[in-house]
C-alpha cells in the first residue's frame, strides 16, 4: 500500500514527509524535484515570501545510488523564512509575540480554533498555509519519474483567470506541453491581459481565482474500479484535488456542459479497425468511465477561488467580541499558477497508487 504523512508548519524549521510503499529499483533524480519545487514558486501573482525561499530537497532515507530501497523514503524541504520566525514558532519556550484572535472567514482560522480550544489562530494557519503543498509538489516529483517507465505524462495549465480565458479549446498532449513555455497565455494579447489583471489586484490589495486545468496521457486501460466504491479512479482524483488549499470544485471532462445539454447529447463511441483494433471515438468522458480509465487522455478541471486573506471582509475579535478587521498575513494575489504544478503532483501520485495497487 502506498501512502505518506506530511509536516511541518508554514514557519517552522522545516516540511517532512514520508512516503511508504514505494517498490523498491525506482530511479529518483532528486533535481527533477528540485526543478517542480522551482516551479511551483516562479510563478506569476507570487508574494514576498518566495522571495526568501529556495526550495530544494533533501532526501533522508530511503535511497540509495539513485534508487528506492522498498523502505519508507524521507524527505525534506528547509523554511528559510524560518530564522525570521524562530521565537514566535520556538517548540519549547512560551510563545512569543501577540496572539492572532482575528479569525480570516474564508480560512481554516475559526474551525480549526474551536476544534482544538486554541486562543491563538496562529496555531492553525501554520499548518493550514498552502505552504504545505511545497511538499506534496516534491511528493508528485517523485510519483512523476516512478510513472516515466510506463510512458505516463501529466501536464496542467490555467484555463481561466477571473473573466478572462487563456486557454484554448484544443486538449491535445502537445498543446499542453506548449503551455509549460508559456505561463500566463501562448496569446500575447491574453497574455498581457493577464499580467494588468495581476497587477490590478497587487495595487488594490486583492485576489483573483480562476479555472485550471490538469491532464495524463498514454495511461493503460482499467486503473481504478468499478467493483469497489472506494477505489474508483474518479472518485480518488476528485478527493485528492479537493484537497488541495483554494480548489473548491471539479469538472472532469465537460460534465457541466454536458449536464446542461439538451437530451440527446452525443456519446463516445467503440469502434474496431485491423490498424487500431478496438479504440473509442470521442471522448466525452474525458479519459474515465465506471471507475476506471480508458486508455484517453485523462483531463480535469479545478475551480480555484481567490485567496481569502485579501478578500474584503469582516471578523470577530475573539478577544473582545468586538467587530475587526480580519487579521492580513502575507499572502499572493492568486493562487490559480501555484496550483497548476500542485495539481499536477497530485494526479502523479493518484495514478501512481492506482498502477501499484492494479
Known amino acids: 500500500m502506498l501512502r505518506f504523512l506530511t509536516a511541518g508548519e508554514s514557519h517552522g524549521p522545516a516540511l517532512t514527509c514520508i ?4 517498490p523498491a529499483g525506482i530511479r529518483i533524480d532528486m533535481r527533477e ?3 517542480e519545487l522551482a516551479r511551483r514558486q516562479r ?24 534508487l528506492t530501497l522498498g523502505s519508507p523514503l524521507t524527505m525534506q524541504i528547509v523554511n528559510r523564512d524560518h530564522v525570521n520566525w524562530a521565537e514566535t514558532m520556538h517548540p519549547h519556550l512560551p510563545a512569543s509575540g501577540a496572539k492572532v484572535t482575528c479569525p480570516r472567514p474564508g480560512h481554516a482560522d475559526y474551525p480549526g480554533m ?16 498552502a505552504r504545505e503543498t511545497a511538499m506534496r509538489t516534491a511528493i508528485g516529483a517523485v510519483a512523476r519519474q516512478a510513472l516515466r517507465p510506463k510512458g505516463i505524462s501529466i501536464y496542467g495549465r490555467v484555463a481561466e483567470l477571473g473573466p478572462l480565458r487563456l486557454g484554448t479549446e484544443e486538449f491535445t498532449e502537445e498543446v499542453y506541453k506548449r503551455a509549460r513555455d508559456h505561463q500566463l497565455s501562448e496569446d500575447a494579447h491574453k497574455a498581457r491581459a493577464a499580467e494588468e489583471l495581476l497587477a490590478a489586484c497587487r495595487a488594490e490589495g486583492v485576489s483573483v481565482g480562476g479555472v485550471i486545468e490538469v491532464a ?13 466504491a472506494d477505489k474508483r479512479l474518479d472518485g480518488l482524483i476528485a478527493g485528492a484535488l479537493m484537497s488541495i488549499p483554494a480548489v473548491r470544485g471539479i469538472e472532469i ?32 468522458n474525458a479519459g474515465l468511465a465506471g471507475g476506471m480509465s480508458t486508455g484517453q487522455p485523462l483531463r480535469v478541471r479545478c475551480a480555484v477561488k481567490p485567496i481569502p486573506t485579501l478578500a474584503p471582509s469582516r471578523t470577530v475579535d475573539l478577544a473582545t467580541l ?11 494575489v492568486t493562487a490559480v499558477f501555484a496550483a497548476v504544478v500542485v ?9 501512481l497508487c492506482a498502477l501499484v495497487e492494479s
Do not use: C
Request: aromatic share 8%.
Open 19 to 22: 512516503i511508504e510503499g514505494l
Open 216 to 228: 495524463a496521457f498514454h495511461l493503460p486501460i482499467g486503473l481504478g474500479s468499478y467493483v469497489h
Open 114 to 129: 474551536v476544534k482544538y480550544g486554541f486562543d491563538d489562530a496562529r496555531n492553525v494557519l501554520e499548518r493550514a498555509s
Open 253 to 284: 471532462g465537460e460534465a457541466f456542459s454536458q449536464a446542461r445539454h439538451a437530451p440527446g447529447a452525443p456519446g463516445d463511441s467503440l469502434r474496431y479497425d485491423v490498424e487500431k483494433g478496438i479504440h473509442y471515438v470521442g471522448n466525452t
Open 322 to 332: 468586538s467587530e475587526a478587521a480580519p487579521v492580513r498575513e502575507r499572502s499572493d
Open 43 to 66: 510563478v506569476p501573482g507570487r508574494g514576498e515570501r518566495m522571495k526568501i525561499e529556495q526550495d530544494t530537497v533533501a532526501i533522508l532515507s530511503g535511497l540509495r545510488g539513485g
Open 33 to 35: 524535484i528540485d526543478a
Open 343 to 351: 495539481a499536477e503532483a497530485v494526479l502523479a501520485w493518484v495514478l
